[in-house]
């Protein structure tokens, strides 16, 4: 067994089966993501545009690719043909173009809306004020190409585990008002994806559902 091998399944032993690893390959070979997809993994995770396009027509057609970065509005397009789930949503306009984007090549595509719960400014994202704002409008209940599956945030960069514990509790606590005021007739919005590889047993515990997993699985990046 790889190295890589053996790290995804000792990572999946420490968390409850119902909580969905994306593995984060960015940078990563083919070969590399092939090590942890002969586990049985099909969900892994991109933040390059070109990146994503590149390793989606190189390996197999099961993988299932979550976008995670920045999306610029121009490059919509190119990742709403290949991607499973957008996670990184972070404004209306936005979701807008993908909404476009996707109706153009007829598929409808899962999104996640990202909160800025850290500290850091340089992260983005929606305030739970202007998450509701938006889906109190009519615009947004027009937009029939998008399925907005739940909710992602970063929490700040720090070894300050109680601050980090409560960022993630405030989105889950956003998740579940959202949930309760706009879409408790959804199964679909269940996803609250929180958690990277310093700091995904609180997000667990916080109820996280999607830890987003490179170094632990891949090693330090390339």
Avoid at 25 to 47: C, D, M, P, Q, V
Avoid at 70 to 82: G, I, P, S
Avoid at 189 to 212: L, P, Y
């Amino acid at each position: 067994m790889t190295a890589i091998a053996a790290n995804i399944i000792s990572l999946k032993q420490q968390i409850p089966a119902s909580v969905k690893v994306v593995a984060v390959s960015k940078t990563k070979s083919a070969g590399e993501i092939l090590e942890a997809y002969n586990t049985g993994h099909r969900i892994f995770g991109e933040n390059r545009v070109q990146e994503l396009i590149s390793k989606k027509n190189n390996l197999p057609d099961d993988i299932e690719w979550h976008f995670i970065g920045h999306l610029q509005t121009n490059k919509v397009k190119l990742v709403v043909a290949v991607a499973s789930m957008i996670e990184s949503v972070d404004s209306f306009k936005l979701l807008k173009v993908i909404s476009g984007e996707a109706m153009k090549c007829g598929r409808i595509i899962d999104c996640l809306l990202q909160f800025h719960i850290a500290r850091e400014e340089t992260k983005s994202g929606f305030s739970l004020a202007e998450a509701e704002e938006m889906l109190r409008t009519e615009e947004f209940r027009q937009l029939q190409e998008v399925r907005v599956c739940g909710v992602m945030g970063m929490a700040t960069f720090t070894d300050d585990s109680a601050l980090v514990r409560n960022e993630f509790r405030s989105l889950s606590d956003s998740f579940n008002r959202l949930k309760k005021a706009y879409f408790s007739d959804q199964p679909s919005f269940k996803e609250i994806s929180m958690g990277m590889s310093g700091d995904f047993r609180i997000a667990v515990e916080e109820g996280s559902t999607m830890i987003r997993i490179g170094s632990i699985i891949f090693g330090e990046r390339n």
